[in-house]
């Protein structure tokens, strides 16, 4: 499978964001979807995750409440809602898959297939 993310850009603190990753190739209802980010000088993280039916999800402490991960399975499409944006959410978001229908992991080694990723920038 492959994955296109989207949506990204420059926004206010305060601000919200939706960011898109198309997923093609594959059989997109098989696999369990998840957003991670890398900030400049740092490591990459996990930021949320939904399993393959979008039946359970996942969200890391930093963004629980003020972010929400979606599927359509449908458009072959992951979404990210990020509300309440800060600076502190300034980063590379990569959209990633793990094949299989099992419930979502925070796990990076366990996606094997990543998209570009797109770039969010928050200005205070």
């Known amino acids: 499978v492959q994955l296109q993310a989207s949506g990204g850009g420059l926004v206010q603190a305060g601000d919200s964001l939706r960011l898109s990753c198309e997923a093609t190739g594959g059989t997109f209802s098989y696999y369990g979807m998840a957003w991670f980010r890398q900030a400049p000088g740092k490591e990459r993280e996990f930021v949320a995750a939904i399993n393959w039916s979008g039946g359970s999800t996942g969200y890391a402490d930093s963004v629980k409440g003020r972010f929400t991960i979606s599927r359509d399975n449908a458009k072959n499409m992951v979404y990210l809602q990020m509300n309440s944006l800060s600076p502190d959410d300034t980063a590379v978001y990569y959209c990633?898959?793990?094949?299989?229908?099992?419930?979502?992991?925070?796990?990076?080694?366990?996606?094997?297939?990543w998209g570009q990723g797109t770039l969010v920038t928050v200005s205070s």
């Open positions: 990633a898959a793990k094949a299989g229908r099992y419930s979502y992991t925070p796990t990076m080694r366990e996606y094997a297939y």
